[in-house]
């Protein structure tokens, strides 16, 4: 029997430099694009997908998120006061219910492979799902509710996965696949940023992971990889003949908003998909070309 995903972990310690001066006292998953910071679609998107506990790895100079995601009194009474009942709902639907919400400290940054093993005893032994908030996706239905349908077929774990030019190939996790009917492809194992000349395919992971408990074992082991950190693509290549393995095609657009170019992209794509808002930045655009 496959067990339902019913817990996302969420990691945020990151310091976010690509983006100073402006996050140097705003954490980088605060960052808005439109009208709501990056980590607000990641939760949004987990809890679409049926999520029911929402796990923060934070560092320093992260309170922000805690405080996103809970009651603001005065600004709450504020806005009844003065009549703004739709805005007022709007603040109100982000926060999850009391006790659905859970924060851990990742002290040292040693990778992704240890901010999520930071999380290991939220988790217990059921499967749970990752979310970056880096990586912003424009998905209906979300991406993670994408993988957790096909997760019901496959089990194991499942990662989203897009393809990308050969030379990039280095800065992503790359799949070793076996077996690919153009959707869901299934894997022999992982190398995390390889040579182009070395890797294996382009099919690359992105931020979305849906993961058995048993990566714990290999994290477990705090060995160091790529780039000298503990690096999660290499935990799970390890489980691979224990725990079956597979990537998704989701569809939808990946904006990545650790780049300042992708940051500019996802907002005009975010905007343009607001109906109330598209033709005023289509006109807006026209200016520049």
């Known amino acids: ?12 310690a990151g310091q976010g430099t690509r983006f100073l001066p402006a996050t140097k006292a705003m954490p980088k998953e605060m960052l808005p694009v439109v009208d709501k910071p990056l980590i607000q679609y990641a939760v949004d998107e987990a809890r679409e ?10 560092g320093r100079a992260k309170s922000a998120i805690e405080d996103h995601f809970d009651h603001s009194y005065e600004l709450e009474r ?3 006061d003065r009549g703004k009942s ?18 851990t400290r990742q002290q040292k940054p040693l990778g992704l492979g240890h901010a999520v093993w930071c999380a290991r005893h939220l988790i217990y032994d059921e499967p749970f799902a990752v979310l970056l908030a880096d990586d912003l996706i424009l998905a209906k239905p979300g991406c993670l509710k994408q993988m957790v349908e096909t997760y019901q077929e496959t089990g194991g774990n499942l990662v989203a996965v897009e393809d990308v030019p050969k030379d990039h190939t280095d800065r992503y996790g790359i799949l070793d696949v076996v077996e690919d009917d153009g959707t869901i ?3 022999q194992g992982l190398v995390e940023k390889p040579n182009p000349a070395d890797a294996p395919s382009t099919l690359s992971i992105i931020g979305r992971y849906i993961l058995q408990p048993e990566v714990f074992e ?7 990889g790529a780039g000298g950190e503990i690096q999660l693509t290499d935990a799970m290549a390890r489980t691979i003949g224990d725990v079956p ?14 780049s300042r170019l992708g940051f500019i992209e996802a907002n005009i794509a975010f905007g343009l998909d607001h109906s109330e ?3 005023g930045i289509q006109e807006m655009l026209k200016k520049y070309f």
């Open 86 to 103: 739709d805005i007022l709902k709007s603040v109100q639907d982000i926060i999850p219910a009391a006790g659905q919400v859970f924060y």
């Open 78 to 80: 504020s806005l009844e």
């Open 49 to 58: 997908a049926g999520i029911e506990e929402f796990i923060f790895v934070t």
């Open 1 to 12: 029997m496959i067990k339902p995903v019913r817990k996302a972990v969420f990691p945020v």
């Open 185 to 187: 492809a299934r894997a």
């Open 218 to 224: 290999q994290l477990d082991r705090q060995e160091k």
């Open 245 to 258: 393995f597979h990537g998704l095609r989701f569809n939808g657009n990946r904006y990545d908003c650790g």
């Open 277 to 279: 808002m598209r033709s």
